[in-house]
Structure formats: C-alpha cells, structure tokens
C-alpha cells in the first residue's frame, strides 16, 4: 500500500495521558517511536515540542468524549490535524490486536485511510456549546414541567386540562397561591385572566382538588427550578445574541427559508459551519454506510464532533 505520508504522528487520548507514536520512513523502512505525556497544558506544549523538533506536521488521533478537544487546541495551527472517528477507524480491515492504538492511528494517517471528522473554527465551536447547552435547559423545563404536571393530577388537581400553559401568567399565579395554602377553588380561580379559554365555573371545578402539605412542597421545588433554569436560559439568550454576531447575514438569509427560525438557524450554523466545501459531496455532508476512504489532503467528511 503506499505510503502518502512519510512522517506523521498518531496519539490515542485518554482522560490524564496521551500515547504518542511518531512513525517515520527512513531509508524504506519504518521506524516507530512511542512516548506517553500527561494531558495538563505543560505536558500538552512538551508533545507538540517534541513532534515539531522531529519534523513532524501530520497528527492525528481519535475523538474520545470530550478529552480530544484541549490536545487539539494546543496543536491547532501548529499541524495540520486529522480527527478520527473511532467506530472508522476500529472498523479498517488489517487490524492486528497486538498493535496499540496510537501505532494504529498513525499507520493509517500514513497511507491516507483516515476519514477526517469535521472540526468547526473556534468561533463556531463556541456557538456550539452555546446552542447544545441551551437545548439540554429546555429539555430540563419540560422535565420539570411534567412532573409538575403529575403531581397536580396526584393530587386531583386538573390545571392541565382547562389551561393550555400552566406556566402562562394565570398559570403561576394559581400555582403559587395553591403552594402558600390557598384551598378554596373560587378564590384560586379568581387568579385567572379573564383570557383564558374557559369559563369561570369550569376553572373552578378543576381546581377542587386536594392538594395535602406533600404537593405544595413538589410543587414549590419544581416550580422553583423551572424558575432558575429560565434565567439561565435568558442568560444563555443573551450570550447567544453575541456569539451570533459574526454570522448576522447568513442568519438573515436561512431564515428566509420557509419554516426555518432564528433559533433553528443558530443550530444550523453550530452544526455544520460556514464552509461547504468541507462537504464535497452530499455522502460527505450526511454520511450512509458507505465508507469513503481519503487522503491526508481531502477535504473532511461530514462526521461531526466538538
């Protein structure tokens, strides 16, 4: 098989150390050099060291949760990187067990069989974070808000079925009258807006129920941190509305898609990035079960991590 890269490097990451093994042609034959760093930033700066005093410029290793990212960015502009999707690259024919698996990465940097993984610009990364995290809050509050919900029907309280959102105004008006130890279902109903899509004597009845010290206290807890996970959310909002700056305009024109909302954009930006070219063909922009093998100098697949 040719070799397309006579010197590289494969590091196989883990949480406290990075293996390292620098793989060279010399005079046609290979010559192999493994050495173990810890993953504080001092260890980090003496392997990219190391590699750059051996001539190295191709590194690649393997995306492992989330203990990948501060060994790329300390290397990041120093190398020109290849992130490897593990379940690629465990599932090259010619594995032999004895092999460790930094020996393994860099032979396949070597002969060009690695599938690159996209890694976003740190800008985009960070919108990332910002939009996957904000997601993950929202789901918290329907979490809570269900469970909210189970407890009022516990207690045979049916706000959930005469009320669309029983964390509307009218919603959290009643619920924090009910968790002080208002009972009367006419004083309770008396909170609603006059809005609301049902009648007076049906808001009342739906309210007759008995709520015992054990449900004020559920309710309160839950009401409490659906509470705080909003004001996280605003917080996130508002640093979302900073880190989306850069991409104004092409937030502008995806939103011009019909059903597509500032919100979803975000999302489409955090995930996929700016530059197409990345993707050259629509296999690579979602990839099927077809394997594609490149070379070091293709441009990466669609295989997304950060």
Known sequence: MDILLPLCAGLDVHKDTVVACLRRVVKGKVEREVRTFGTTTRELLALSEWLASAGCRHVAMEA????????????????????????????????????????????????GLIRASFVPPQPIQELRD????????????????????????????????????????SGRRILKAMITG?????HLAELGSRRLGCSRDTLVEALDGRVRDHHRFLLDQHLKTIEQLEETMAAFDARLETARAPFRDTLERLTQVPGLSTRAAEVVIAEIGLDMSRFPTAEHFCPGPVWFPLSTRAPASAARHG
């Open 64 to 111: 492992t949760g989330v203990y990948w990212k501060p060994v790329w960015h300390i290397l990041d502009g120093r190398f020109e990187l290849v992130l490897a999707n593990a379940a690629h690259i465990k599932g090259v024919p010619g594995r032999k067990s004895d092999v460790n698996d930094a020996t393994w990465i860099a032979d396949l940097l070597a002969h």
């Open 130 to 169: 910002l939009t996957r995290t904000r997601k993950q809050l929202s789901r918290e509050i329907v979490r809570h808000t269900q469970r909210l919900q189970a407890v009022l029907e516990e207690a045979n309280v049916k706000l959930a079925s005469v009320i669309t959102d029983i964390l509307g105004a």
């Open 182 to 186: 208002e009972t009367d279902p006419s």
